[in-house]
């Protein structure tokens, strides 16, 4: 499916960001359209709170298999073409989530999504570094901000779609639909289409330093790991804790306490719509370093707030400044596989892979530890546990990227 660099992206150095664009939005939209209704989909099987969420840890394993193994299908087809593959067969398996009349099968339908999942997330920020390091330019802020801003419709869409009673199999089809017309015309596109391969560094005849690459990779991998599930300790408990926080931790009323969510993925998208500005400006390592400080402020004072007593308007700003500190971690933490590949010759999928991997690992370890945590010491440790992930950010953050 990949044509030939030269051919696809010399003289299309304007647009050529939004063919895997396509991809974040299209990652988004399913994912968007599902959450929305995962109540119905529940109902319909009868599953319990706790059948539920064993299928949902289906997902999640499912997840990161499929994150550990996209570099095989990247190195066998290409970035591009791997990307079309996995969003193609994450949009149908998104129709069997939706279809699955009965428990077994939604999870076993959940676990193959979820595998497809990790892969289209590995292999579409891959393909957007390769794109990048042929632009000369920085893209993973705009990649990302789009995958937020697909997400967000998509919910609003699905929300709407409950209320008028849409039924799921249809609405979620209907997203499906779109999604696979999306990786169709992608196929057929020659806009921007890079070939996966080395990166064009490697063509330079500059001689390379083993030893020294070898010594500086051993620093910075354990480090951009680090970093990767620091930032899963700030964003996961920022989008699935905070509303909690705050109705159980100041007493806020159900709108307040909605708001927390919404407001930290706000937070996200307006820093992530900045991004690819202030790296062209200042450079990555001192938006690192601003992200990791913005975190630790906000979230230093809303834990402030839980220990005075403060009104939850405050703890709510707090959450809002959160979001928008952590928005750049992990589009950071991706363009780090254009470092990584022109530096040490690294593959890009090789280190989205691991940065996918290692979050999807904070992700699924948050809540083991954010739950026993504030059932023992209160509904503050949310802040203080997301204050630990911020300043392991802080730390390793700016040196990753570096």
Request: net charge positive.
């Amino acid at each position: 499916m990949g044509v030939d660099v030269a051919d696809g992206v010399r003289g299309r150095t304007s647009s050529d960001w939004l063919v895997p664009a396509s991809a974040f939005a299209v990652n988004g939209a399913l994912y968007g359209s599902l959450l929305t209704r995962y109540p119905e989909i529940a109902d319909r099987v009868s599953a319990s709170e706790t059948q539920f969420g064993v299928v949902l840890f289906a997902a999640a394993i499912g997840g990161l298999l499929g994150s550990l193994v996209a570099p095989l299908l990247a190195r066998a087809v290409g970035e591009r073409s791997a990307t079309l593959l996995a969003g193609a067969g994450y949009a149908l398996l998104a129709v069997g989530v939706a279809w699955a009349p009965q428990l077994i099968l939604l999870g076993g339908a959940l676990l193959l999504l979820g595998v497809l999942d990790g892969a289209h997330d590995v292999v579409m920020n891959a393909f957007a570094v390769r794109v990048q390091q042929h632009r000369a330019t920085t893209l993973m802020g705009r990649m990302h901000a789009t995958w937020s801003l697909s997400l967000a419709g998509a919910g609003v869409l699905g929300t709407i779609a409950a209320g008028l009673r849409v039924p799921v199999a249809l609405h979620v089809g209907i997203a499906a639909a779109v999604a696979l017309v999306v990786q169709v015309a992608i196929a057929f596109s020659r806009r921007g289409v890079v070939a996966g391969g080395p990166p064009a560094p490697a063509s330079t005849g500059k001689p390379a330093r083993p030893a020294r690459s070898r010594g500086r990779l051993r620093y910075v991998l354990p480090v951009l790991g680090l970093a990767a599930v620091a930032a899963s300790y700030v964003e996961s408990p920022g989008q699935e804790w905070t509303g909690l926080l705050l109705s159980r931790g100041f007493a806020a009323t159900p709108q307040v306490a909605a708001a927390a969510p919404v407001l930290f993925g706000a937070g996200l998208l307006a820093s992530r719509l900045l991004l690819d500005v202030a790296v062209a400006r200042i450079g990555q390592a001192r938006v690192a370093t601003i992200s990791g400080a913005t975190m630790m402020a906000a979230v230093g004072a809303g834990l402030l707030c839980t220990l005075a007593g403060a009104p939850a308007w405050w703890a709510l700003a707090a959450v809002a400044v959160a979001g928008f500190g952590a928005g750049p971690a992990f589009p950071l933490l991706f363009g780090a596989a254009d470092h990584l590949s022109v530096r040490h010759g690294i593959a890009p999928a090789r280190t989205a892979s691991m940065v996918s991997a290692l979050s999807r690992v904070g992700a699924i370890s948050a809540p083991i530890v954010v739950g026993p945590l504030t059932d023992a010491f209160g509904m503050g440790m949310v802040f203080a546990i997301m204050a630990v992930g911020a300043a392991l950010v802080l730390g390793a953050l700016p040196r990753a990227v570096r």
